[in-house]
């Protein structure tokens, strides 16, 4: 088996690196929100939680008003 790695550089102008900024920290909130859901839900009742019920809380996340900035 081989394996292969790529690097890349990147140069972004200003405005670039605010939108991936942004969006970073968009994918950061939502990720961390998501495992915490699906941590709490085994920690109490041994459930797992799957793509359709992350997916699911998703939508409603962006339908809350202090998280509207992710629609």
């Known amino acids: 088996m081989v ?3 790529y690097k890349f550089r990147l140069y972004p102008t200003p405005e ?7 969006t ?3 994918v950061r ?4 929100k998501a495992l915490a859901a699906r941590t709490q839900a085994w920690q109490e009742n ?3 939680v799957g793509y359709k019920q992350t997916s699911a809380m998703l939508t409603n996340w962006k339908k809350q008003e202090d998280l ?3 629609t």
Do not use: P, S, T, V
């Open 46 to 48: 041994k459930e797992r």
């Open 68 to 70: 509207d900035f992710l």
């Open 24 to 26: 970073l920290g968009c």
């Open 16 to 22: 670039q690196e605010n939108l991936l900024r942004r």
């Open 29 to 32: 909130l939502i990720y961390n």
């Open 3 to 5: 394996e292969k790695a």
